[in-house]
């Protein structure tokens, strides 16, 4: 048990089950905030896939580390963009529940 | 063979598990909770965790990076959100049908299980030769030659991210006034 954090799967695993998450989170949830802490979960496995493999099998070891820090700006610019969207829906609507926006549903 | 508990590496693998610990509850507490607050919550504590595991993996510069941009910037982000919008507690906590919940939890899982199993039965190479230690000095370097490009498109998309946030804002409260 103590030995875990020199072992690859470890890390895979603990990726998988933060993807899970955020998979069961973006069904789960009603509204565009809950739904954006979901993806953001999402992403976080992903980085740490990333950096899993470029400590354990990379050649290059800041290639991971390079790819990591351009999904932690990209993370921030749709944080930033769906913040704005959520309250532009929320002027308008009156509401960020998914099931109310429904306008083009005939 | 297993390190004695008292030990350097016996005392950094306790540390790793209370981190494994730490990032599954903030997951949990994240996804599970009614409140979006605590959602927000949550997702502090996971990318606390996450970025600890970051910290193992041998990279203390993208550990510090995770807990400035996502604890710092990311989740302030939604909780301002959370404030401007408002969204109403009652109807969020009656709308979540059963059925739902367990489609989510077939999904998750599954997308989990999938993964895991790929991950442990996948057979990986480890490198023959590694061309240089990862540290913070190589990341610079290959930052400004290798990903020279990569680099200023980013902050270009960053730049769009900012205007269209202001833009997006602002159609928004002229529609209202």
Known sequence: ML?????????LIIGAILFGFGVFGLIRRPSLIGMLIAAELVLSGASINFMAFN?????????????TLFIMAIAAAEAAIAMSIVVAVYRNYKSIETEDLAELNG | MSPSLFSPEGLAGVIFLILIGVTLTGAVIATCTKR??????????????????????????VAMMELLIY?????????????LAEPNEARVARKISPLSGSLATICGGAMAYALGYAAVNGQWMAPAIKINDGSVKE???????????????????????????????????????
């Open chain 1, 3 to 11: 030995t875990l954090s020199s072992q690859l799967n470890t890390y």
């Open chain 1, 55 to 67: 400590h354990f099998l990379a050649p290059d070891p800041t290639v991971g580390q390079i790819i």
């Open chain 2, 36 to 61: 979006l607050i605590r959602s927000v919550t949550g997702l502090a504590i996971c990318f606390v965790g996450v970025a600890g595991l970051y910290y193992f993996l041998n990279s203390p510069f």
């Open chain 2, 71 to 83: 604890v710092g910037a990311v989740c302030v982000t939604i909780a301002f959100a959370i404030m």
């Open chain 2, 139 to 177: 990341m610079g370097m290959s930052l400004l030659t290798t990903y020279s490009m990569v680099f200023e498109v980013v902050s270009i998309v960053l730049l769009l991210a900012i205007i269209g946030a202001l833009v997006l804002a602002k159609a928004g409260r002229d529609k209202q006034c």
